[in-house]
């Protein structure tokens, strides 16, 4: 049972354009998304989050959306850069879950100079 | 400031053995997490730790354990190896309260031969 889904695998878009990388939640008690970049050969890095007593997140070029009704979140980022092209994973948590993450199975994003 | 570390990077190992992998935690943060992230897949739970104590499991099986450490670094033990259990191994801390993110490190390749 995929909890969290990421119905595209990837993505390319031209650089200075806006990227949105979208992702897809059933489970009602989730109150907390984050997005994470990750590059071969690392870890996951920490983008951006939301709580779920809010609609928008804004840092920097990241723009993440919650629309807790469609249980949907989206990551835009604007202008996109080519050092952006990475997989870019989204992950989600419920209070009474003891901090576990469920992640989504992550978009591959490339950005063209 | 020290950010999350692994050890070793990269592992060969077996069907039938043992591992332990080990995780150094960022400053200041007292919960440490572990994910198995399969190729082409988003990272999965395997477990948390918070102040030496389990705090939550995922879906694995008893020979997955832990252990985290008065200074909050932590390891993570797999008994009688399979070759499905060949990953990417996550660590991530985080300060363990409500809405806390979580920081990765660079992870552990394992190959099960």
């Known amino acids: 049972d995929q909890q969290v889904k990421q119905n595209s695998p990837s993505l390319s878009v031209q650089e200075g354009r806006i990227s949105i990388l979208n992702c897809d939640y059933t489970?009602?008690?989730?109150?907390?998304f984050l997005w994470y970049k990750k590059y071969p050969a690392e870890g996951p890095t920490f983008l951006i989050s939301?709580?779920?007593?809010?609609d928008k997140n804004e840092d920097g070029r990241f723009t993440v959306f919650l629309n807790k009704s469609a249980k949907h979140l989206s990551l835009h980022i604007v202008p996109s850069q080519p050092g952006d092209s990475a997989v870019y994973f989204c992950?989600?948590?419920?209070?009474?879950?003891?901090?576990?993450?469920?992640f989504g199975q992550g978009t591959e994003l490339s950005v063209k100079p | 400031e020290t950010g999350v570390t692994q050890s070793p990077t990269h592992l060969i190992k077996t069907r039938g053995q043992q591992v332990t992998l080990r995780c150094s935690s960022q400053?200041?943060?007292?919960?440490v997490s572990w994910y198995q992230q399969a190729l082409g897949q988003g990272p999965q739970f395997i477990f948390q730790?918070?102040?030496?104590?389990?705090?939550g499991r995922g879906n694995f099986p008893p020979r997955f354990s832990g252990l985290q450490f008065p200074n909050y670094s932590s390891e993570l033990n797999v008994n009688a190896l399979e070759l499905d259990d060949s990953a990417l191994y996550l660590c991530?801390?985080?300060?363990?309260?409500?809405?806390?993110?979580?920081?990765f490190g660079p992870g552990t390749r394992l190959l099960v031969l």
């Open positions: 991530a801390s985080s300060l363990g309260g409500f809405q806390e993110t979580q920081y």
């Open positions: 489970n009602s008690m989730f109150d907390y």
């Open positions: 939301i709580s779920s007593i809010k």
């Open positions: 992950a989600a948590s419920a209070y009474n879950q003891g901090g576990k993450l469920i």
């Open positions: 400053s200041g943060h007292n919960t």
């Open positions: 730790y918070y102040r030496e104590e389990e705090n």
